[in-house]
T-cell receptor, first 111, second 113 residues
Framework: GDSVTQMEGPVTLSEEAFLTINCTYT??????LFWYVQYPGEGLQLLLK?????DKGSNKGFEATYRKETTSFHLEKGSVQVSDSAVYFC??????????FGAGTTVTVRA | SAVISQKPSRDICQRGTSLTIQCQVD?????MFWYRQQPGQSLTLIAT?????????ESGFVIDKFPISRPNLTFSTLTVSNMSPEDSSIYLC??????????FGSGTRLTVV
């Protein structure tokens, strides 16, 4: 079935470092892809999304490009801040409109 | 995007009891979803709740344990029945918010003692 595989964490970075979290997908057809963020003690927030190949989603300095040829949707940020410390989930919308989530990657940014 | 009000935000319950979680959406939506997030884990879909029909449960989840109601297009409840410590998790509702994506409630953090 449709699924995503996400880079395992945890990831620890210094402020202003470059962040990449890898996400690859397996799906029939061309699913919509999402990145969600969960800050400590909070629910999930949509960070960005892409609905078709070559789309680039962006928000709060984060970017991810829907790559059909590599079936990937890697999340990147050029200069992280302490406030970016959170758990990041890659997700895929399946044909029946359900979301399939990756395992989540815990990111800790140190000052 | 839709706004979801979920309550309670947290609860501590005795084993063997039941807890009902409510989600209220500020707009009409066709599909609502209920997820469980066990400690340190990702989200697992429990069921899809559609108005006017029985909820559709995922493998490993049954109606007797997680009964769901969906009386109209803006409201749903999930009950966790006959609780045990293994049910301690965060439970989240979600809606398919058309062009925006999927919106989630703030979650219910359940501890069973």
């Amino acid at each position: 079935g449709d699924s995503v595989t996400q880079m395992e964490g945890p990831v620890t970075l210094s402020e202003e470092a470059f962040l990449t979290i890898n996400c690859t997908y397996t799906a029939t057809g061309y699913p919509s892809l999402f990145w969600y963020v969960q800050y400590p003690g909070e629910g999930l927030q949509l960070l960005l999304k892409a609905t078709k190949a070559d789309d680039k989603g962006s928000n709060k300095g984060f970017e991810a490009t829907y790559r059909k040829e590599t079936t990937s949707f890697h999340l990147e940020k050029g200069s992280v801040q302490v406030s970016d410390s959170a758990v990041y989930f890659c997700a895929l919308r399946m044909v029946d409109y359900k979301l399939s989530f990756g395992a989540g990657t815990t990111v800790t940014v140190r000052a | 995007s839709a706004v979801i009000s979920q309550k309670p935000s947290r609860d501590i319950c005795q084993r063997g009891t039941s807890l009902t979680i409510q989600c209220q959406v500020d707009s009409q939506v066709t599909m609502m979803f209920w997820y469980r997030q066990q400690p340190g884990q990702s989200l697992t879909l429990i069921a899809t709740a559609n108005q006017g029909s029985e909820a559709t449960y995922e493998s490993g989840f049954v109606i007797d344990k997680f009964p769901i109601s969906r009386p109209n297009l803006t409201f749903s409840t999930l009950t966790v029945s006959n609780m045990s410590p293994e049910d301690s998790s965060i439970y989240l509702c979600s809606v398919d918010d058309s062009h925006y994506g999927y919106t989630f409630g703030s979650g219910t953090r359940l501890t069973v003692v």
